[in-house]
């Protein structure tokens, strides 16, 4: 729900924030009344930070406080609170966590508490670190049954129901075509939902393995796919474009004097990259080949299947489109002979090999998805989502979440020779997926920032091809024998 209030729309710089609620609420009830003695803590504020990230489920964060007045002892706080929060970039979607309209956040621990830099005894710093609710569910209840049906079904009961998480946020559902029986062995409810998220196979991408993870507008399951694309069809569009400005630039608008709040939004502060290599990693993880041999006891049947990078790349939507549609060229891996073997390292399925066991019509009518569905395309995928991260510290809005796409624009640094007029980056600029966010509400300085990490699994521009023979290496060397050459001396 966007801000209603017309001050509250006027963006007046990059990083601005409204931060209208910011309360403690005790495990204990007020005197003669019903509700929770609740603390406003906005005074003693210093700075706040949320996390989502789609590799966790559950939304954290904390507040860093210069308290004058104990709240600390005279609630008290001992982990047993909730914590009320809204916040919003003017005229943006509002971070909302308020009591009787959604869960509120629990919090968890104190730390670092420590003398205020002030005559004052009385004041002290510390910093209180917060979970969403559910994490406290998940940590007190276990499941030992049986779900039968589309996974997502099962997901979705664990969320909502009140045997287990008990979330009255909303879950976004990516629906799957998968229809198994699965029994839980007595296991906390979010590890469940990472054992039913490995049956899950797409109904609109040929993919499996789904993530479920929490961002501020609820709770999501879906495979990383359609993180990428819309309804199966067309590439999912981007949120928010970032360019690297020059200085002078940015903060001016048309006549060079007034400030043009738009270009602020999508100039980074700073950016670097992680991992953007790692050829000896990414072949032991099976990211260019692998093989799944599975074993079927009850027909005694064995099969083999080999995962080829190059050959699949064409069969799934990735960062980078061909006018909205899927590529089959623009690998971030380049299609290239390895040495003087006449293949490429696609070619090699050994790199990685995984044997499993697949029995069908285990549970009559209920089927286990293939695992030849499922493993080499899911271990060849998460690997490359594991490297080429890009890293952004950028203005902060409350209407980005993890999961959603960006572009980042990065200056060419120098000419390559295939592509002289290329002035943009063909590699490293282009579409971005979020894997992780940080808001930083700075309430001293009024400003709000992001620290992005986000990752591309295409690039913008296809990479040259290198499927020329190498013909150039030296002959083998002769061998030597040590206690011969100790003889020679």
């Not at 997502?152 to 129901?161: C, R």
């Not at 839980?184 to 609109?204: G, Q, R, V, W």
């Not at 290239?336 to 050994?350: N, P, Q």
């Not at 499993?356 to 009518?365: A, S």
């Amino acid at each position: 729900m966007a801000a209603s209030d017309n001050q509250d729309n006027i963006l007046d710089y990059a990083g601005a924030f409204k931060l209208k609620t910011c309360n403690i609420l005790s495990y204990r009830k007020s005197n003669n009344s019903e509700k929770a003695v609740r603390q406003n803590i906005l005074p003693q504020l210093l700075n706040l930070s949320l996390v989502e990230d789609v590799t966790q489920p559950c939304l954290s964060g904390h507040i860093d406080v210069n308290d004058g007045i104990d709240f600390r002892t005279m609630l008290p706080i001992t982990g047993m609170e909730k914590l009320e929060l809204r916040v919003f970039t003017p005229g943006q979607d509002e971070i909302k966590f308020i009591e009787g309209e959604t869960d509120c956040f629990n919090i968890y621990k104190i730390e670092k508490i420590r003398g205020a830099n002030s005559m004052s005894s009385r004041e002290s710093m510390y910093r209180i670190h917060f979970v969403s609710r559910e994490a406290y569910r998940n940590s007190t209840v276990r499941i030992s049954r049986a779900f039968a049906g589309p996974v997502e079904d099962a997901v979705l009961e664990i969320v909502k129901d009140k045997k287990y998480l008990d979330s009255r946020k909303v879950c976004h559902l990516e629906p799957t075509v998968s229809n198994t029986k699965v029994v839980i062995p007595n296991l906390k409810p979010i590890k469940t939902i990472k054992m039913l998220s490995d049956f899950a196979i797409s109904e609109k991408y040929k993919n499996a393995g789904y993530v479920f993870y929490e961002t501020t507008k609820g709770f999501n399951f879906r495979s990383f796919e359609s993180m990428m694309a819309m309804d199966g069809t067309v590439a999912r569009p981007s949120i928010e474009k970032y360019a690297m400005q020059p200085a002078n630039l940015r903060g001016a608008g048309n006549d060079g004097m007034e400030k043009n709040v738009r270009m602020d939004l999508q100039s980074p502060d700073s950016y670097s990259f992680e991992n953007v290599v790692n050829t000896l990693e990414e072949l032991n993880k099976g990211l260019y080949a692998n093989r799944l041999v599975t074993h079927d006891i009850y027909n005694k049947k064995i099969q083999t299947f080999n995962y080829d990078y190059h050959q699949e790349f064409g069969q799934h939507y990735h960062t980078e489109h061909q006018e909205g549609g899927k590529s089959d060229t623009k690998y971030i891996k380049p299609l290239a002979y390895y040495e003087d073997t006449g293949k490429t390292l696609s070619d090699f399925s050994m790199a990685k090999l995984m044997n499993v066991v697949d029995t069908q019509k285990v549970h009559n009518d209920y089927d286990f998805p293939k695992p030849e569905d499922i493993l080499p395309n899911k271990v060849s995928q998460r690997t490359q989502l594991g490297n080429h991260h890009l890293l952004l510290s950028v203005p902060g809005q409350t209407r980005i979440n993890a999961g959603n796409i960006i572009t980042f624009n990065l200056p060419l640094q120098r000419k390559v020779a295939h592509d002289q007029g290329q002035e943009t980056n063909p590699y490293y600029s282009g579409r971005y997926l979020i894997l992780s966010l940080k808001h930083k509400f700075d309430i001293i300085q009024q400003k709000h920032t992001m620290n992005i990490r986000a990752v591309k699994d295409a690039v913008m521009t296809d990479l040259p091809k290198g499927l020329d023979e190498i013909t150039n290496l030296k002959e083998h060397q002769g061998d030597v024998n040590i206690y011969e050459e100790d003889v020679r001396g």
